[in-house]
């Protein structure tokens, strides 16, 4: 059985900063590329970060480029999020998933491996 598993989640203030983290297990971590997906209330699902299978390659979506950072320990099976100069629109729940990478076009790929998300509320 395939489990990611988000132990944390956040409350912050506004130009403040939060790390979650993604657990894998189930899956040879090391053969995926793992993404971070969010939604807020009335708002579609978006990809936030994406990150190739050894970390080698990344990419963001525009609203996150320059204050997010994806990475990854494949010891420990393990992506993580770090979210720096948070905001309003910043305030979403935030989902894991395992997928795969092209690495000419940077374009992410997801599976239907999904974290059980994570609950991050930026205050104002």
């Known amino acids: 059985q395939v489990h990611l598993v988000e132990p944390g989640g956040g409350l912050a203030q506004s130009g403040g900063s939060l790390k979650l983290s993604c657990v894998s297990s189930g899956l040879i971590f090391g053969d995926y590329a793992m993404g971070w997906y969010r939604q807020a209330p009335g708002k579609d699902r978006e990809l936030v970060a994406a990150?190739?299978?050894?970390?080698?390659?990344?990419n963001y979506a525009d609203s996150v480029k320059g204050r997010f950072t994806i990475f990854r320990d494949n010891n420990i099976n393990t992506v993580y999020l770090e979210m720096n100069k948070l905001n309003n629109e910043d305030t979403a729940v935030y989902y894991c998933n395992a997928g795969s990478y092209n690495f000419f076009t940077r374009a992410y790929y997801p599976d239907d491996y999904w974290g059980q998300g994570t609950q991050v509320i930026v205050s104002s």
């Open positions: 990150i190739s299978s050894f970390g080698g390659s990344t």
